[in-house]
């Protein structure tokens, strides 16, 4: 599950220290019910903070980008789901762009899983539920819903986050791999985090983790350098038959190869677009960092010898746009 401790925080917010990975920290509750903050708007975009009411779970917190210009027909609805210990604003660059082509974005940040609280960071199956919520709000609640349309929802999602809009979009995958996987190879960053977590790890032993929820909205996806691959089959991904683009980076030593991408590229039941970055590390997948959250987060931040992220994230924006203008 993957990404990292203290994912993309906003200027304000950059300076606060993150928590170590499963050492969760007291978060403010948020309110029960959905509110939304006055939207801001930016080169054409406008954005609003969201909190979800979700049921007796803690409410999502979550954010919505869209055009400021009116539009006569409604838009296709794009959700985001972030990598471990990230928010809601971790690819606030690919929200900010999709919604400069014409989406309505809306992100979330994981319950449990982000970067003030570890509680649930093996918890794939709330995962994928939490993503179906926000689409239920995006379609049903958000005052905007009539602008959207229904029958054009795709998502997004890195890392963690790629296993969940797999899994979310029909895909099974057989959780039971991860006790040989982390046996040959404890030091890897899941591994490493399922540790601490040891009573996930006994569920799947027995074969007690539950199916995971699925979407049929979910029209299209793209996902980039997916957590646990690994776990799915050829069997698993059988129903996943929407379009997908696929994205690994070529230098990932948070999620090497070829235990991640390459199992979802070859088990797919419709050959996916695939796009291998040579050079990339995991990390680049995510924004540039600010000068306060390279100080704050250097994980992250820190730059991957000879690669451009600010550049390829011009590229990455480009061809996601694209997908999901050619595929929704």
Request: charged fraction near 15%; hydrophobic fraction near 40%.
């Amino acid at each position: 599950m993957l990404a990292a401790a203290a994912l993309l925080l906003t200027a304000c917010a950059a300076s606060a220290a993150p928590g170590s990975p499963g050492a969760p920290q007291a978060v403010p509750a948020l309110p029960q019910t959905a509110t939304a903050a006055s939207p801001s708007i930016r080169d054409g975009v406008s954005h609003s903070r969201l909190t979800i009411a979700d049921g007796d779970q803690p409410a999502i917190e979550a954010g919505v980008w869209w055009p400021a210009e009116a539009s006569a027909n409604p838009r296709p609805l794009i959700v985001i789901s972030h990598g471990n210990g990230g928010d809601f604003r971790s690819h606030r660059d690919t929200a900010q762009a999709l919604a400069q082509a014409g989406f309505v974005v809306a992100t979330l940040t994981h319950t449990g899983d982000n970067w003030r609280d570890q509680s649930r960071a093996t918890d794939v199956v709330d995962r994928t539920r939490q993503l179906s919520v926000l689409i239920d709000h995006m379609l049903g609640q958000w005052e905007g819903r009539a602008g959207i349309d229904p029958s054009k929802v795709g998502a997004f999602g890195f890392s963690a986050g790629g296993f969940t809009v797999l899994a979310a979009a029909g895909g099974n995958p057989d959780l039971r791999r991860v006790v040989d996987h982390c046996r040959a190879n404890p030091g890897f960053y899941d591994c490493r985090l399922i540790s601490q977590h040891p009573e996930a790890m006994q569920a799947r032993t027995q074969g007690a983790f539950p199916r995971l929820p699925h979407d049929a909205r979910i029209r299209a996806l793209v996902v980039a350098a997916p957590a646990l691959g690994y776990t799915f089959t050829r069997e698993g991904l059988v129903a996943v038959t929407q379009p997908v683009q696929l994205w690994q980076a070529g230098g990932d030593q948070i999620l090497p190869s070829p235990f991640y991408a390459e199992p979802v590229r070859d088990g797919l039941p419709t050959v996916p677009e695939y796009r291998r970055v040579d050079g990339a590390g995991h990390f680049d997948f995510m924004p540039p960092c600010s000068p306060e959250l390279a100080a704050a987060a250097p994980a992250i931040c820190a730059p991957t010898p000879g690669f451009d992220r600010a550049a390829f994230h011009l590229v990455l924006n480009r061809e996601v746009i694209r997908f999901f203008k050619t595929r929704l």
